[in-house]
Nanobody, 127 residues
Framework: QVQLVESGGGSVQAGGSLTLSCTAS????????MGWFRQPPGKEREGVAA??????????ADSVKGRFTISRDNAKSAVTTYLQMNSLKPEDTAKYYC??????????????????WGQGTQVTVSS
């Protein structure tokens, strides 16, 4: 069974930076993308960024373009994805989740395209 383990959340002031990481092991052979999503309190989960595991192709939500960078490190038995978050804003405050899936073209930031999720890590940005 696939395992997703996240780390790196925390509290930071506006304008600061954080890096999240997620290591996925026992990936199904068909897994194509790893994604990062976030869910602010009282709101729906939204896609932030995604990366093709084999291709390295990246997709970003408009709200984070130019501030967040997703990358991955493919090892033999696990894949680790990183989300470097710069110039953080209070509206970036949310619980962040990593995920894996096989999204269709154009659906890389849709939560329904993903099959497994990490436990989430809290990011809090104060003004």
């Amino acid at each position: 069974q696939v395992q997703l383990v996240e780390s790196g959340g925390g509290s930071v002031q506006a304008g600061g930076s954080l890096t999240l990481s997620c290591t996925a092991s026992r990936l199904p052979y068909s897994t194509a993308y790893m994604g990062w999503f976030r869910q602010p309190p009282g709101k729906e989960r939204e896609g932030v960024a995604a990366i093709g595991i084999s291709t390295g192709r990246t997709v970003y939500a408009d709200s984070v373009k130019g501030r967040f960078t997703i990358s991955r490190d493919n090892a033999k038995s696990a894949v680790t994805t990183y989300l470097q978050m710069n110039s953080l804003k209070p509206e970036d405050t949310a619980k962040y989740y990593c995920s894996i899936g096989q999204p269709a073209g154009g659906a890389q930031l849709q939560a329904l395209s993903y099959d497994a999720w990490g436990q989430g890590t809290q990011v809090t940005v104060s003004s």
